[in-house]
């Protein structure tokens, strides 16, 4: 066998060799670049969240999940909002002047709201992030006083918040529930997420 015929046969061995290397090295960055790119679940929980509120009876909350966090849609009954003023001397920031957790402009006012019956809220208690849990029903209760109108009670450390998500004073929670961005497409779809431009 000649040498050439040597060097030519080594000469394809290694080009082969070298040409599949190069394949399986594409095959393995492809799936390794692309898992630097945000996931599915990861850009879908920076989005908006459209909801249709017209199913709602008074009275009713529903949850949704938006960035990863509960957001309360509660119709709140007449009695509940006729509630929001009798308590207002007993909560610690009753007009959302705090800026830890700054309210919207539009939703500045007594009941927290674009729409006065609905409240849109995160569900975070702001004291340590556990979740509120709903204490609708006035009257004495349990870790709650007896002239309770409802509301919510953070059951880890005992802070209270009123129909409109304000807390009470001298209660853990250093703030006010959350209110995110939002505003209605329609009189029963808002949109989460986001706020109206001008």
Not at 17 to 39: E, K
Request: net charge negative; glycine share 8%; aromatic share 8%.
């Amino acid at each position: 066998m000649s040498e050439a015929t040597v060097d030519n046969g080594r000469r394809t061995w290694l080009i082969t060799s070298c040409a599949m290397g190069g394949v399986g090295a594409a095959a393995v960055a492809v799936p390794f670049v692309s898992s630097f790119q945000p996931s599915e679940r990861a850009r879908a929980a920076g989005a908006s969240v459209e909801v249709d509120v017209s199913g709602l009876q008074p009275g009713e909350k529903i949850v949704v999940e938006w960035r990863g966090k509960p957001v309360w849609i509660m119709r709140r009954t007449e009695e509940q909002l006729a509630s929001l003023e009798k308590v207002e001397d007993q909560l610690a920031d009753p007009n959302s002047l705090r800026t830890a957790y700054p309210t919207p402009p539009y939703a500045q006012n007594r009941h927290r709201s674009i729409k006065p019956e609905f409240l849109i809220a995160v569900g975070i208690c702001s004291h340590l992030g556990c979740s509120p849990v709903d204490k609708l029903q006035p009257g004495p209760q349990p870790s709650l006083p007896n002239d309770w109108l409802g509301g919510f009670l953070c059951p880890c450390h005992g802070s209270t918040f009123d129909m409109a998500g304000r807390v009470f004073r001298n209660k853990p929670a250093p703030d006010n529930l959350e209110i995110p961005p939002h505003y209605y497409l329609s009189d029963s779809v808002v949109l989460i997420g986001e706020e109206k431009q001008a």
